[in-house]
Structures are given as structure tokens and as C-alpha cells.
């Protein structure tokens, strides 16, 4: 008994120590791991997006059950390879793989949060993987503007998955997302043509919302294209991680760096 119980916690720790690689390490086949995930996460959000197109075809639920299957079975992945239960609950990606997890799991009865599905495009933004790709084709300096970017967008499709399952969810075919997005970009650009609204307060509130943070994310993505290109790095001394990519003391307190640069 006692050396089934070892041979048991030996597998385990194993495939942690496998899954770790392939989540955090640099070589090729981690890479190249990493790079197969997110090709089968742009799959899904392209699902996600045609989803209205496409849910009344007969195969929907089968690849909305499929997605469902894979995204636990990768939840599962993240738990094993975490340092603890508890250090993985914490990460928010966690929650809103839960909350996706189930729309597709219940997709007549939660409906209306399949919005959040589009977050994992933000986790997609924020891994990893996306400043290694930058770097190794020479355009690392962009990853701030192609970050905010992908949080427009983020925001941009979840404003229209709002506003497309609370108005113009039974609308036939594609008419009503396409009407969604048509308010979204009319009301972050505060172009505001009026031929569609929305109605009642929750609509008005809904435009105010949109407005607001729509703005703002426009404003931060402007900033990442025209501000001055920086790295992110650590002072040893004072601790400011953002600096001048040629800069050789920290501006903050003059603490000499030590940059790593490719010399690209």
C-alpha cells in the first residue's frame, strides 16, 4: 500500500513538474506548447464571435460542448502545475474560465453572461507567450500598444456581447449582433448617429457606461503609440520598473543598471 501511495505521489509530481515547463519555460518546446494553446484560444474566440451565426445550426452544441470539455480539462492543467489550490483560486483568469465554463455548460440558461467569454482574449494579452513572440521577431518594443490594443478590443466585444444578449438577442440570424456592434464602436467613438438605441434606463446606463470606459481605453491606447518607447525593469534600489531603453541610471534615485539588451 505504502508503495502504490509513492509510486502515485511520484506521477503526480512528475506531471507538475512536465506542466510547469510547458507553462513557464523558454525552451523551443515549451514555445512551441504555448503557441498550439493560444491558436486553439483564437479558435474559440472566433467561435464565441460567430456564435450567433451559428446557434441555431445542429453541430453548435456539439463544439460548444467540445470547447467546454477542453477548457476543463485545461483548468485542470493550471490547478496541477500551481504551486497550491489556493495560489491558482486567486488568479482571476481562474474565475472567469469558471464563469465561461458554465455558459457553455448551460448556454440557454446563462445567455446572458456569455459576454465574458471574450476575456480569454485579455489572457492571451497578458501571457507570456505574447512578449516572447514580440521579442524573437524583433518588435518587443510594441507590447505596450499591442497590449492596450487587445484591451480595446476586449472591451469593445464584450460591450457588444452585453448589449447584444440584454437587446437584440432574438433578433433572427447575425441582424442583432451586427446591430450590437454598430452601437458599441457608434457609442465608444461618441459618434452617437441615434438610428439605434437602446431602451429604458438600463439602456441609457449601459450607453453611459460604454462611453466612459470606452474613452478611456482609446485615450490609454493613443498614449501607448505615441509615448516614448520604455523596458520594464526593476531598480534594484527603489524599485521603478519602467525605464529608457538605453538608460544606464535609474532617473528616480540614480542607481546604476544593468538592462539586458539584445542589442538588436
Known amino acids: 500500500m505504502e508503495t502504490l ?4 505521489g511520484s506521477r503526480q509530481n512528475s506531471l507538475r513538474q512536465v506542466l510547469r515547463k510547458l507553462d513557464r519555460a523558454d525552451g523551443k518546446q515549451a514555445v512551441a506548447f504555448r503557441v498550439v494553446f ?3 484560444d483564437v479558435a474559440i474566440l472566433a467561435f464565441f464571435l460567430l456564435g450567433p451565426y451559428l446557434r441555431s445550426g445542429p453541430s453548435y452544441l456539439i463544439i460548444d460542448y467540445a470547447i467546454a470539455v477542453w477548457i476543463a ?4 492543467g493550471r490547478a496541477i502545475a500551481a504551486y497550491s489550490v489556493r495560489e491558482w483560486i486567486r488568479r482571476p483568469m481562474t474565475w472567469i474560465d469558471f464563469v465561461v465554463l458554465a455558459t457553455l455548460l448551460l448556454p440557454d440558461l446563462l445567455f446572458n ?8 482574449l485579455w489572457a492571451i494579452g497578458r501571457s507570456p507567450l505574447l512578449r516572447d513572440l514580440l521579442r524573437k521577431a524583433g518588435y518587443s518594443y510594441l507590447l505596450d500598444v499591442v497590449r492596450a490594443v487587445i484591451n480595446f478590443l476586449v472591451f469593445l466585444f464584450m460591450a457588444t456581447g452585453f448589449v447584444y444578449t440584454s437587446f437584440f438577442y432574438n433578433r433572427e440570424g447575425g441582424e442583432g449582433f451586427v446591430d ?8 465608444v467613438t461618441t459618434t452617437g448617429f441615434g438610428d439605434i438605441t437602446l431602451p429604458g434606463t438600463l439602456g441609457k446606463l449601459t450607453s453611459v457606461v460604454t462611453m466612459i470606459v ?3 481605453l482609446f485615450v490609454r491606447l493613443a498614449q501607448a503609440v505615441v509615448r516614448p518607447h520604455k523596458v520594464t525593469y526593476s531598480c534594484h534600489r527603489c524599485g521603478l520598473q519602467r525605464h529608457d531603453a538605453d538608460a544606464v541610471h535609474c532617473k528616480a534615485c540614480g542607481e546604476v543598471l544593468n538592462i539586458p539588451d539584445e542589442g538588436l
Open 113 to 120: 453572461f456569455a459576454f465574458l467569454r471574450i476575456m480569454r
Open 5 to 8: 501511495e509513492s509510486d502515485n
Open 38 to 40: 493560444a491558436a486553439i
Open 73 to 76: 480539462a485545461e483548468m485542470v
Open 214 to 216: 470606452g474613452i478611456s
Open 180 to 187: 450590437a456592434l454598430y452601437f458599441t464602436v457608434a457609442t
